[in-house]
């Protein structure tokens, strides 16, 4: 454990943020109830996760001191925050693990199956591994638990299947974290080298399997070096120019050496996607040359035509640089060629957050403390839409208390030099009507519609559950359309093309939700409703100041789905955003 003092504290930097600590304090949290550990001992680190994950500042940069200051972090937990921020890891968290087989932690991930679920089947089945926990399951023993009975048991099996389905995958921050370690440790040790995180990662999919990272300028050495770092469980492979090793969390890790004259083109091969490549190769082919990962040569001599830079690979098959984001094989190549690629959007052009939580319901701030968060997020203005009535279990708001937190978001307008709007996130009953009346709705500045319950309405239901809501004359934005829970939940089933006309046709926002298990809309359906016409925006979902930050996840799905500046909303100044919202528009 690292000796710290009150001052002078520098942390090795192994770029774990807030969320990256966080997850390994709640682990510890998880393992004590497994274990039955003390009550309090167990909520005092769940509640420690809960501050850092959703404290503003990068706790890795404070010292002890600094973190004691924080309520409700003591001398323990401020202690274990500053082992994880300098090492990656924390001992205590690895001797708990050591007590349990590595799959306890599987079944914790599990949708639906939380600490006390796995202490009992630990406890009174034996279960230690997934397969025993299925076969527990289709046994007919679960059941047979005081307190589990058939429904809990065919939830397990649901979660089981799901999991299968999605084994190996990791949500794209989660990915970020690990590489942004990785690459941090491995600078350390080769400050000049050139280090390039690739594959799925690097084009911002939503969901990554292995970490694939690219390094140039460098020798055997850093691979020796990578083999030894503290988040390494097992190498998996060691050689001249390749090592790979599992991580902390499942993750594989792939480091390749790559000499200087292929670097742009090992970017663009390990790059992808598999499509992309076998574009690109082929129209190689078509004007007599062969594209590998070690450059672009001629076919007829072997010579070298490129390969030291991406620019130069592209340019010499004839095609502007490709935006990684978009190498999918959806048409970027033919765009490439006639020079119409989209001048992507960009994070830093979002002036606007339109969908947050305050304190008046599930959110951990006040309406002051969002504005100054905003404000030091760089944002302009901002739209405060905490929940209606029917979320009771988030303190959801009637009319009447809707209307009074209008008047309080409104008596803030301005704080900090934000602009705030008085707004609702309210639910969309099964039937498709609302759960606020018109009356109160039409008095806000901006209203989102979500669904938040009864995901197993049929396609057709769906379909017109999401219409109808959308053709309410008070409805400005549809919030995570799909309700997809990424590697968790599959998105409910419902037409989009009918959805996405409806919302053409009414003037009706979609959102991009940034929150990093949803990330919904999707890629795929950001750009259908591109292309239709229809005007997105990209939204937090913060339910905390940190919340500001996921707005990078949200820009990357908006980058993968063609959009420029003028297709999101929020990238206009205040006044123009507002005149293109739904309820400042001329009924069609």
């Known amino acids: 454990m690292p000796a710290c003092s009150s001052t002078g504290w520098t942390p090795k930097v192994f770029g774990l943020d807030n969320l990256g600590i966080a997850r390994i304090l ?76 590595p799959s306890v932690l599987d079944m914790l991930r599990l949708q639906g199956v939380g600490p006390k679920t796995v202490a009992t089947l630990y406890r009174e089945l034996g279960v230690r591994t997934l397969d025993d926990l299925e076969a527990a399951c289709t046994g007919g023993r679960v059941r047979a638990i005081k307190g589990m009975g058939p429904k809990k048991e065919s939830l397990i099996l649901k979660a089981l299947a799901e999991r299968k389905q999605y084994a190996g995958r990791h949500l794209l921050p989660d990915a970020h974290n690990t590489a942004d370690a990785v690459v941090a440790y491995l600078r350390e040790h080769a400050p000049t080298a050139q280090i390039t995180p690739v594959g799925s990662l690097r084009r911002g999919c939503d969901t990554c399997g292995d970490i694939d990272i690219l390094v140039t300028g460098a020798d055997g050495a850093l691979l020796d070096a990578f083999t030894r770092h503290r988040l390494v469980e097992r190498v998996l492979g060691h050689g001249d120019t390749k090592s790979s090793a599992l991580l902390q969390g499942g993750f594989q890790v792939d480091v390749r050496l790559v000499p200087a004259e292929s670097r742009g083109a090992a970017l663009q091969y390990f790059t992808g996607s598999r499509a992309h490549n076998i574009a690109l190769r082929d129209r190689a082919i078509g004007l007599g040359l062969k594209l590998n990962e070690y450059g672009v040569f001629r076919t007829d001599d072997e010579s070298r ?17 490709i935006p990684p984001e978009l190498r999918e094989n959806r048409g970027e190549i033919a765009a490439a060629v006639t020079g119409q690629l989209p001048s992507l959007v960009r994070h830093g052009e979002l002036r606007g957050d339109l969908h947050m939580h305050s304190t008046a319901t599930d959110g951990r701030d006040t309406i002051e403390g969002m504005a100054e968060a905003a404000a030091a997020a760089g944002l302009e203005y901002i739209a405060i839409t905490d929940h209606s009535q029917a979320l009771a279990m988030a303190n959801g708001l009637d009319e009447k208390r809707a209307l009074a937190h209008a008047a309080r978001i409104r008596a803030a307008d301005g704080h900090a030099g934000v602009r705030l709007l008085a707004g609702i996130e309210c639910d969309i009953r099964p039937d498709g009507t609302l759960d606020l009346d018109d009356e109160c709705l039409a008095q806000l500045d901006l209203v989102i519609v979500s669904v938040h319950s009864a995901f197993n309405l049929d396609r057709s239901q769906m379909t017109d559950r999401l219409v109808r809501a959308i053709e309410n004359r008070w409805v400005d934005i549809v919030g995570h359309p799909s309700g997809r829970l990424i590697l968790r939940r599959e998105a409910y089933p419902f037409d989009i093309e009918a959805v996405v006309a409806a919302a053409a046709r009414t003037g009706v926002a979609l959102e991009i939700n940034c929150q990093v298990n949803r990330l919904d809309l999707s890629d795929v359906h950001a750009r259908v409703a591109r292309d239709r016409g229809v005007p997105l925006v990209i939204s937090s979902d913060a339910h905390s100041t940190r919340g500001f930050s996921r707005l990078r996840w949200g820009a990357i799905v908006a980058r993968r789905a063609w959009l420029q500046p003028e297709h999101v909303l929020n990238t206009r100044p205040f006044e123009a955003f507002q005149a293109g919202l739904r309820r400042h528009r001329q009924p069609s």
Request: proline share 4%.
């Open 26 to 101: 709640r682990e510890v949290a998880d393992l004590l109830e497994i274990k039955g550990d003390n009550p309090f001992k167990i909520r005092a680190y769940r509640n420690g996760g809960d501050i850092v994950a959703n404290h503003p500042h990068d706790l890795a940069a404070l010292d002890a001191a600094g973190l004691r200051e924080i309520p409700g972090i003591g001398k323990d937990l401020a202690t274990r925050i500053l082992e994880i921020s300098a090492a990656g890891s924390c001992a205590y968290h690895r001797e708990l693990i050591a007590e349990f087989p």
């Open 305 to 321: 035509v490129a390969g030291a830079t991406e620019e130069d690979v592209y340019a010499a098959l004839g095609l502007a640089w």
